[in-house]
């Protein structure tokens, strides 16, 4: 089946950026999206090296906007800064 998708540059941008990252054509990448989000079909992760899923992984965790590109100091997560008031 072949189905034509209008994307905006941006969007057509990333993906093939992300194809290219991981060594995919562009077509094959988005087949492979499609795939993943259709009830049903098996996880392709059962077929993928530990290296692929590892960076199958750092992909999925790279996608996030808001996320920490920094790590939180031994400080915040000490039992007194749990349990640290305002008033304090």
Same mark, same amino acid.
């Given at each position: 089946? &072949?189905? #034509?998708i209008e994307l905006k540059?941006?969007? +057509?941008? +990333? =993906?093939?950026?992300?194809?290219?990252?991981?060594?995919?054509? =562009?077509?094959?990448? /988005?087949? !492979?999206?499609?795939?993943?989000?259709?009830?049903?079909? +098996? /996880?392709?992760?059962?077929?993928? &090296?530990? #290296?692929? *899923?590892?960076?199958? %992984? #750092?992909?999925?965790?790279?996608? %996030?906007?808001? *996320? *920490?590109? &920094?790590?939180?100091?031994? +400080?915040?997560?000490? !039992?007194? @800064? %749990?349990? #640290? &008031?305002? @008033?304090?």
């Amino acid at each position: 089946m &072949t189905i #034509q998708i209008e994307l905006k540059p941006e969007i +057509e941008a +990333e =993906l093939k950026a992300r194809a290219q990252k991981n060594g995919l054509p =562009l077509i094959q990448y /988005v087949q !492979r999206i499609l795939e993943q989000h259709v009830p049903g079909q +098996e /996880v392709e992760s059962a077929m993928m &090296t530990a #290296q692929e *899923r590892a960076k199958a %992984f #750092q992909d999925w965790a790279e996608s %996030f906007p808001n *996320r *920490r590109t &920094t790590p939180l100091p031994d +400080e915040a997560l000490s !039992r007194e @800064a %749990f349990y #640290q &008031t305002d @008033a304090e």
